[in-house]
């Protein structure tokens, strides 16, 4: 749990040095090849963090669900509590993945000539921000998450099973 939330954090910050990048580069063009190649090779590193953080979360709440299934004499709501933390953490977390690649495909668009260059203004700066909000909500979502298996497991950590 610990390595998958850690690993989470460093490929969330990651994210946002690619994001940054991504509009430093629309500007000073530091990246020497296409556009679309360096958008690309961030892409993938923004949305395998997104990612781990949706699945860290599917899995969490699997493993409070079965360890509550296991020890019946345990408050079942802490899975509730897991539930509304997921409610909470999937809109933003989806809508920033949804934008980041809606901006790297009008950048691209943009460079061919296709479409004018406000839609990747537009696009970035909701890109920019819901990357925040996004991150205020998975830090608020692995505390939260970290409390209900700490307070779940209190009884075993202090060798009282």
Avoid: C
Avoid at 68 to 79: A, G
């Amino acid at each position: 749990m610990w390595f998958f939330m850690i690993f989470s954090y460093v490929l969330l910050f990651l994210s946002g040095v690619g994001l940054t990048m991504i509009g430093l580069n629309h500007y000073i063009n530091f990246w020497a090849q296409d556009h679309i190649t360096f958008d690309l090779f961030v892409s993938i590193i923004f949305i395998a963090g997104q990612t781990l953080v949706m699945f860290f979360f599917v899995g969490t709440g699997v493993n409070v669900r079965e360890y509550l299934e296991l020890h019946p004499n345990l408050d079942k709501n802490l899975y509730q509590r897991m539930l509304v933390i997921k409610r909470k953490l999937y809109p933003p977390t989806m809508m920033v993945t949804i934008l980041f690649v809606s901006m790297v495909i009008a950048d691209g668009a943009y460079f061919i000539g296709k479409i004018s260059e406000w839609w990747f203004h537009i696009l970035y700066i909701l890109t920019v921000f819901y990357y925040i909000k996004s991150l205020i909500y998975q830090h608020d979502s692995f505390k939260k998450s970290t409390e209900i298996v700490l307070e779940m497991t209190e009884n075993e950590r202090q060798g009282i099973a």
